[in-house]
Structures are given as C-alpha cells and as structure tokens.
C-alpha cells in the first residue's frame, strides 16, 4: 500500500501551502526521515520529511504548485509495488498561481474551520464566487451546517472587508503605465513580501500608533560591556565563549522594563487586552528580500550570555529562512535596530498583535554638558511606537524610561 | 375557456385522434361498456365502436404483444393498463420487445405504441395498485415515459405521444383523474421531452413529476409568505430528460429540490441530482441536493400510513425552508 | 421431356399444385439453410463469430414446407433458431452473414445477431431471443391485418419448449377470440434446451393445447415438406377465410445441440442416429426424383449451387463495414435528439 505524502499544517493560520521545492523526483528512491520537499509559508521555507522508506511516485503538486493542507501531493510506494493512477489526488493542486489577495488575505485571518485540521466545507457556488473575488474559501467563516460555507458567507466576508487586499489594490498595470516600458524590472512578489505587505498595511491603517523618543547616554553600558567581553573565558577552539552586543543589552532591558511595567506588556484583542506575563521579545532580522522577527522567549530571566547565543542562532536560521513558526510568532514587544546603517533616528510599524516596538538607533560620540563641562560621550536614540488602543502616552513613557534606566545603569539588570 | 377534468382531457384526446387517424385503436381491460376502471374512457365504446375500444381478456403480457405486433403491422395501439401495478405482468414485452425491436432490428422498423398506467397512492388501493413504477420503465433505453400533471398537459401530451413512432409510456396519477383545469377544445401537442415551469422563483428549483407539481405549488405558495421564493419545474417527461431547463433554472436559484412518489432511492430525483451534480450548475450550487420521494416501504393500506408513505405539502414545506434557511 | 408429366396421378397434393421450378426451388432453400447453418457454425469455431448461435440443421422441412404457403406480404414471427425460417420467407444469405459477423450491411446493421435476424422487407417481424416472445406479437400483428381488412396472416414460429409459457395461452385465447388470421407453427423438436417434452408437458402433443382455445390443432411430420407444406396451407386457407387461427405441431428434432455451448448430455447417440437418419433433405431430394420431378444431376447442381451461394455469402460479410462505436445509440429512438 503507498503511503500518501501529505502538505502538513506547519503554521497556525495556514490553510494551503505552496511548495517552493522537490529534493527528489518521481522515481527516486527516498528514505524515512530525509528532506523530500520545502513548503514556502508566509514566513518561511518549511521542510517536510519523506514519511516512508520506498520510491517517490505520482507527484500531483509540482514546485510552485500550492495545496490544501493535509491534500496529498505525492505517493511513496514500496519497491516493486504497482503504482496506480493519482485521480483522487489531482484536486490536491489549488493553484499554481496563487492570486496575491488569496494569499494575502489568507494570511491574517484563522479560520475556526481549519482548526481541526479538516478542509473548510463549502458549497460549490461558495467555492466560485471566492474564486472570483480572489479570496481563500479558508479565510471565510462559515455560517452552515457544520460550519459550511455558503455564497452569503463569501459575500458578507467580501462586503466586511473592502481593503481586506489591500497589496494588490494597485493592480500592476496602472502602476507600471505611470513608468517608460522598459524602464524596469517587474520583481514577482512571494509569500513573504505579501505578508509583509499586508500586514504593515493592515497595522498602519487600523492600529492608532504614538511615539515617545528617548536618548540614552551609553558611557556606562560600554564599559560594562567590554569588561564582561574580556572576562569570556576561552572555549576548546580558542576563542571567547561570549561576545556581547550592545542589542544584547537592549533585549534584556526591553524584557525587563516590560516587567517592571505590565500595563505595557499587552496585546489589544479586540473586546480584550490581554496581559502578558513574561516578556518576548521580538527582534527584526534582515533578510535578502524582506525581515524576519524572531522571539527571544522569556528574555526577562535569561542571562545576556543565553540571549546572545540564542540571538546569533535565530538571526542564522532567518537568513536561511528555516525559522519555524513558532519561532517566530507570538512576541509581546520588538525591536528594530538600524544602528549599525548610522541611521540615528527613525520610527517603527508595530507588528500587530504586540503593541509596542522599539526603534534603536547608532550609537553617536557627542560632547553633553557634565556638571557645566563638556564631555564625550557615546549616545543613541530610541523611539518606541505603542498601540494605543493598549497602551497609553503614560504607560508608554513609564515603560520608556524604565529601559533607558537600565541601558544607562546596565548594573541594574542585576537588581 | 372551457375547463375539463384530466379524464375528459385523456378522453378527449382519445377520441381526437381516433378521429384523425383510423389506425389508432383503443385496447384494455374493462374499457368498454365499462367506461374503463377510472371512467377514463367512459362512452368511447358507443361513439367508436367494439372494433376501436377493445375489451380484452385479462392477459396484460398478451395485450403488450398484441400492442407490440399490431403496432409494427402499421397501427397504432393505445393501451390501458387498469393500474399501473401491472405493468410488471406484461415487462417481459414492454421491455424486451417494444423497447428494443426498433434498435435490434437496425433501425428498420417502429414500434408506434402507446400504453396508459393509471399510478399513484392516495385511493386505499394498497401495496399493489397504488405504486409508482414511472422510473422502472425510464430505465430502459428505448422507451419515453411522460407524466403530464394537468388537464391541459395531459390532451396534448397525449396526442404527441400518439403521434410519436417511438413506444411511450404515459403515467397517469389516479388522484389527478378528477383535476378540473381548462383545456383548448381543438387538438393541439405538447412536445415529449420539454419541461414546464410551472412556477418562477428566486430561492429554489424543485423539479416534480405528477401529483407532487401540484403539491410543491402547494408549498410554494405557503413558503412565499415567508418570503421563500419556489421555482416549481414540472418535468413532465422522464425519458428523455430536459436536463437543460433544470440546469438553466439552478444556476438562477443555486439550490435544488426533487419531488417524487416513486420509492426516493433509485427514483428520478436520483436521476436528476446525478445530471445537476455532472453539469455546468455544479459550480452554482450553494446547498446539498435534496431528493423528497417515497418512502422505502409497499405503499400500506391504512390511510394515515398511506399519506406517511409519500412526501406531503407540511413535510415538503419544512424541507424547502431548512434547504433556504441554510439548515440543511 | 417435361417433368410435370411424369409425376404420378396418387402423388400427395404437395407434388401436383406446385410447378417443377417451384418444388426444386424449396429444396434449393432448405440446402441454403444448412449450408448456411453449417458455414455459420465454420466460421463460429473459426471465431469469425462472436456470441452465440442457434443452429436448427435438421428441421429445415419445416421452415421451408410452412414459409412456401405464404406470401410477401404475409408476416411471421420467428425464434431464437430462427435462420431456416428467414431464407424460407425469402432472405439474402449474403445479408444474413454480414449480420452474423456483425457488419453494417447486415440485416440488422450489426446489432441484432443471429438471436434477432429478420428481413423486415419480406414480412419478416423478427427472431426472437425470448422463448414465446414471438406469440403475442404475431396476434398484434393478426389484428392490424384484420384492422386493414387485408387477406394476409400471420405465421407465428415456436417451439415446444414456448407452449409453457404464458405468453402461448394468453396469445391463442386472443387470436381466437377474436379469429384473427393466425398460423402458430410449433415446431417440436422434443426438447426445450436439455428437458423433454415428456418432462416438461402434461400432454403428449403441443397440438393438444389447441382445443383448449377453441382451434384446430393438427400434426404433421415435420421432416416431411410435403407433410408439413399440406396442413400449413390449409390453416392459411382457413386464416385467410376469416375463420381464425390453427395450431399446426411440426414434429421434428434438432440434430445439433441447443446451442453452441451445448454439451448433448441429455440424449443418446442412438436417438440422434435415429433422426439423423430421417434426414428432411435427402427425403425430399428422394421424392423429387421417385416422382420424376427432378434428376439427380438437377439436384447435384442444386446442392452445388447452393455451396456457392453461402460461400460468396460468407466472403461478402467478410468484407462488410465495421458498424462505428460513435453511432452505438443510433437507432433506439427513431428521432435522434430523443
């Protein structure tokens, strides 16, 4: 009997998947356990183990094809086996050309029906006219029996949400009219830019964002920061076990300000806010088309040590995109930094849900008065950007000030 | 205009094409002097003779062959079943001979026939004069089977089928023989193989045959009061099946019922899901097909059991809301 | 010399009303019978043919003796082993075959087969594949003759085996009822597949039956063509009177099994011999000649030029059209879009 491969549910929201890349082809032995194909997810390149020893056979979803979650798009057939026709699985390919609303709309919204891992029923009529509105029958709620979805359902989610795509709403073509032909480069947009796409759209047009700048002089931090460097001892390869990063410093002074102010620690949920208890921190990683925010988890008890390490792996996995989700969902705060491109001030989209993010900036050399007297001393700008629906001007400064005390008296993070 | 009952308007028809043609005889059982078990025939015998309005002895599978035989000597039979339920003494002839003697002899001759099966519950007849065996006979390639539902339909339809070189096979609901409805006086055909819409609507395509027309107008007109708009679709013709009008109307309302007598599993409505679910209206389907037929039992003697045995106006009524209010 | 003169004045009736030409051209179709049957069941072993066949060698007098009483417009309903009764109403071999190999220049344009061959175009309303199918039909067809006020009858064709069917009772009360002009030819070839008529039947001829329906019921031997030709001319005398129908009982017997699938394990070589023996065509070709109305090379060229006929029939059908899968529905209905 072959074994069925199937498009696993790998995130959350995640209703199809497309698949950016076959390790092997029809025919090719594959092992239990080896790399067979990747998934591209909104966010990252997934991949997906053979689930049985034997031969690869009836590739139904080809690279670029996407398919309902938990379709088959392959069979693995023992050696010698007779291999019958896919027919039952040619419907597991939706789409080889997702439209960007599919996608886009696709990302943000669960939905309940999906949740248990079954395809999202709906009636045919349903399935038409979301096809024609480009929206992913998985981003509907249905109103029927067993939570089917009918034409009403996708005409009410179509009336709800008239920027619900709001990517695309530039169709290409107007856009490229306003340009000489030939005069550019037509880039195809992938899954994670139309997630980035529509996510930063999404949070700058409904969430009410403020912003509260802070400068904070970072004599002491460096000092600190050299002396605990040195002190790295050797590892068996000769070099030191740590080196800390001035971001390093400000992760665990993000989670421990957000501790010492919970009512910053939020999440706007709609008809709640929800309080965090620990303190996740998001950091923006740049990555050669687009960003990853990985999560330094309970960052408030971990030691600058750990979340340097940890750090430097997540950063490593991002730009190879082989986060998983859940390493890079759910944060209660982030951060951006452009220090290191001398950007010394700039401010940040929030990345809905969490409610804050902090924009850092270089670290400048500037003479400040000292007790009348000019003196060097190395600075840098912070600007948080809260939501706030969640958190208010006050609560924002409280949060703002407790992390510009730590980053100015690190000694504190001890306290 | 003047109205007739449906028997008038079978009789009527009757008599119209005897007089047009003087191949076309009348055969059956008790249709004489009699008048037929249903008075369907009635006077015919005085006005026509012995010689057209044939009493034959009580040999169903014998008068199917008669039928057979004179029809492919160039007349052209009428035949009167006293109840449909007989249709089962004389299969061997309606199925093997009648339906296949055109295509078995490579198109070479016609078997112009027509027989008459008075069918339905409803009369306290009991398991076996009260069934509705229209789907049987359907089955068979070769064959057309019509079941006109009005006054009107029935003159013309019969006159079509009369006139038809193919056998048909006319199923007449016995509770409809006494249906007043007006019919034109002059002879006039309804082409076999045309549905009717019998009632526009927005909401849902019910195709019925027969009785349950009437008794799915019936609901429709309860349900518009609810603000549930019926189409009503009398298919009037089960062999060949008007796939297209049923098509045309489900793409408008995006739902579709079947209304039938006939025992529901295997019946026409089976037939109909099955060409809505290969066809182009597939994908305009915004809720599952619901058949509404007879129930899997012998129609029972006992009459409140009889009633429970078919689909009634309340049962249909409840099914067309739960199918629009999105509850089925 | 002419030959009518030498037939003997005590010669039966059979020898004196037909003319010469007429009598050696029935022993021309009961050769083309049985080479027919036998070519037919050539190419079947050969698998030329496909499906089954129902061969009737050895009850060729009957076919022949009971068709020569009829005329074009008369019809006859014929069986399941029905090839004898088809050439006797006046069929083309050569069409006969193509309908065998399945052709479109087949009688039936290669959807009938052997089971349902007919020529509609000499009366000939079909062989039937249902054992008493016939019966009835040849009533209806009886009735549209009277109807039209026409002298023609209806010959009807079965065997013993259809006389226990229902269909044979309900058909002769209504034939007689109403003295429709029909012929009912039983031809008894004493088993209805494997079962005897003294296993299957409650009285000893099927003739019996008639007397029940209020007809004459008569016997004739029917490996006799001159036996069985006199009692069919009189029951179609009598039809065409308006005086109603007759049963006329051919005794005969089948020399090959069933059909082809039959294994022959329900008589004895010595019964076969027997009637194998009284073989109707030597006994005819035995006659002509006692009779003077034929030389032994007239019907040494009969024979012959029969054999030809059926090979050329053969090599016709062989070359015929394959009928088109796309056009399988053609002919169901006789309007297309039905």
């Not at chain 2, 003159?155 to 070189?165: C, Q, R, S, T, V």
Request: net charge negative.
């Amino acid at each position: 009997m072959a074994v069925e491969v199937i498009l696993p549910r790998v995130d959350m929201d995640m209703a199809t998947g497309k698949i950016s890349k076959w390790h092997h082809k029809d025919g090719d032995k594959v092992a239990k356990g080896a790399a067979l194909f990747e998934i591209e997810t909104d966010k990252a390149a997934m991949e997906i183990d053979a689930p049985a020893d034997g031969i690869l056979r009836n590739i139904v979803v080809t690279e670029g094809g996407t398919a309902a979650v938990g379709s088959a798009v392959a069979w693995i057939y023992a050696e010698g086996e007779a291999v019958t026709a896919a027919a039952p699985a040619a419907a597991a390919q939706v789409t080889n050309a997702a439209t960007p609303t599919a996608a886009a709309t696709a990302a943000p919204v669960a939905s309940t029906t999906t949740l248990n891992g079954e395809a999202p029923r709906a009636t045919p009529l349903a399935r038409r006219l979301a096809r024609q509105a480009g929206l992913s029958i998985a981003a509907i709620t249905g109103s029927g029996p067993r939570g089917r979805i009918t034409a009403a359902d996708v005409r009410s989610t179509e009336e709800a949400k008239p920027a619900a795509a709001p990517a695309p709403a530039a169709t290409p073509d107007p856009v490229q009219k306003l340009y000489a032909p030939g005069s550019f480069e037509v880039i195809p947009v992938d899954g994670m830019r139309r997630t980035i796409a529509a996510r930063l759209t999404e949070s700058k047009q409904t969430v009410p964002h403020f912003y509260l700048s802070v400068t904070c002089t970072l004599t002491t931090l460096m000092a600190t920061r050299e002396r605990l460097n040195a002190a790295a001892p050797k590892g068996a390869d000769g070099q030191p076990l740590w080196k800390l990063s001035i971001n390093d410093f400000i992760i665990k002074a993000m989670a421990l300000a957000l501790q010492k102010v919970p009512n910053a620690n939020v999440t706007w949920a709609g008809d709640s806010i929800l309080q965090h208890k620990s303190s996740d921190v998001g950091v923006a990683v740049a990555v050669e088309g687009g960003l990853f925010t990985p999560v330094i988890r309970n960052a408030e008890g971990k030691t600058l040590t750990t979340i340097s390490t940890e750090m430097k792996e997540l950063a490593a996995k991002a730009r190879a995109r082989k986060l998983v989700p859940s390493e890079y969902q759910g944060g209660t705060t982030a951060i951006s930094n452009l220090g290191m491109y001398g950007i010394e001030q700039f401010t940040a989209i929030i990345n809905p849900p969490q409610a804050t993010i902090l924009a850092v900036g270089a670290a400048v050399d500037r003479f400040i008065p000292v007790k009348g007297q000019p003196v060097l001393a190395s600075q840098m700008n912070c600007t948080l950007s809260c939501d706030h629906r969640a958190v208010d001007g006050a609560v924002g400064a409280e949060f703002l000030q407790a992390f510009g005390q730590l980053i100015e008296e690190p000694l504190l993070m001890l306290a | 205009m003047r109205e007739l009952t449906y028997a008038q308007a079978i009789q009527e028809a009757l008599a119209q094409a005897m007089d047009a043609d003087p191949s076309v005889f009348l055969m059956g059982e008790d249709i004489g002097v009699y008048g037929g078990a249903f008075q369907v025939t009635g006077d015919l015998v005085h006005r026509y003779g012995e010689d057209r309005v044939m009493d034959a002895p009580i040999s169903e599978l014998g008068q199917a062959g008669v039928a057979v035989g004179a029809a492919l000597a160039g007349c052209k039979p009428v035949l009167e079943f006293q109840f449909s339920d007989f249709a089962t003494l004389a299969m061997e002839q309606i199925v093997n001979q009648a339906a296949k003697l055109r295509f078995m002899l490579g198109g070479k001759v016609n078997v112009p026939l027509v027989m008459r099966f008075p069918a339905g519950s409803g009369t306290g007849a009991a398991a076996q004069h009260s069934q509705s065996l229209d789907a049987w006979l359907a089955h068979v390639p070769g064959l057309k089977v019509i079941q006109p539902s009005t006054p009107a339909d029935v003159k013309g339809m019969l006159l079509a089928a009369i006139d038809d070189p193919d056998p048909v096979m006319v199923f007449e609901h016995k509770l409809l023989y006494k249906m007043k409805g007006e019919v034109p006086e002059e002879p006039y055909r309804i082409a076999i193989g045309k549905a009717h819409v019998a009632r526009e609507g927005r909401d849902v395509t019910v195709v019925a045959t027969s009785i349950m027309v009437h008794k799915s107008l019936e609901a429709a007109q309860i349900l518009a009061a609810e603000d549930i708009d019926v189409e009503v679709i009398d298919l009037r013709t089960l062999r060949p099946i008007d796939t297209a009008t049923i098509i045309e109307s489900v793409k408008k309302t995006s739902r579709l019922a079947c209304v039938y007598e006939g025992v529901k599993t295997l019946g026409i409505g089976s037939e109909i899901s099955a060409r809505i679910a290969e066809s182009e209206a597939f994908d305009y389907l915004d809720a599952p097909i619901l058949r509404l037929g007879g129930v899997e039992s012998p129609i029972p003697y006992n009459p409140e059991l009889e009633k429970a045995a078919v689909p009634q106006v309340p049962g249909i009524v409840e099914a067309l809301r739960n199918l629009v209010r999105g509850r089925m | 010399m002419n030959a009518v003169s030498k037939i003997k004045p005590n010669a039966r009736p059979f020898y004196q009303r037909y003319s010469p030409a007429e009598l050696k051209e029935a022993l021309r179709k009961m050769h083309l019978i049985r080479r027919l049957e036998e070519g037919a069941e050539e190419a079947y072993m050969r698998g030329l043919i496909h499906g089954t066949m129902h061969l009737s060698i050895g009850q060729e007098g009957s076919a022949v003796g009971a068709t020569m009483a009829l005329r074009n417009s008369d019809y006859i309903t014929s069986t399941h082993r029905g090839h004898g009764h088809c050439i006797g109403k006046g069929a083309d071999p050569r069409l006969m075959f193509a309908e065998f190999f399945g052709k479109e220049e087949g009688y039936c344009r290669g959807r009938g087969g052997s089971m349902h061959i007919a020529d509609v175009s000499t009366g000939n309303l079909g062989a039937n594949g249902i054992v008493g199918g016939g019966l009835p039909i040849a009533v209806g067809a009886a009735l549209a003759i009277k109807k039209q006020k026409r002298d023609d009858v209806a010959m009807c064709f079965f065997g013993d085996g259809a006389s226990n069917e229902g269909a044979f009772h309900e058909a002769l009360n209504m034939a007689s009822i109403w003295k429709l002009p029909v012929v009912f030819v039983c031809e008894n070839n004493k088993y209805g597949m494997s079962v005897s008529t003294e296993r299957s039947m409650a009285v000893a001829n099927v003739a019996d039956r008639a007397s029940a329906y209020g007809m004459p019921g008569v016997i004739a031997d029917g490996n006799a063509i001159a036996d069985v030709e006199e009692a069919i001319s009189e029951a179609v005398a009598r039809a065409r009177r308006g005086e109603g129908p007759t049963l006329v009982e051919c005794k005969t017997y089948r020399t090959r099994g069933h059909s082809r699938s039959d294994r022959n394990r329900y008589r004895t070589k010595e019964e076969i011999e027997e009637w194998k023996a009284r073989d109707p065509i030597p006994h005819f070709e035995a006659e002509l000649m006692a009779h003077g109305i034929a030389t032994e090379a007239e019907v040494s060229a009969i024979r012959d030029s029969a054999e030809a006929e059926i090979a050329a029939g053969i090599e016709f059908a062989r070359l015929g059209t394959d009928p088109n899968p796309a056009e399988v529905t053609r002919d169901v209905y006789s309007n297309e879009a039905a």
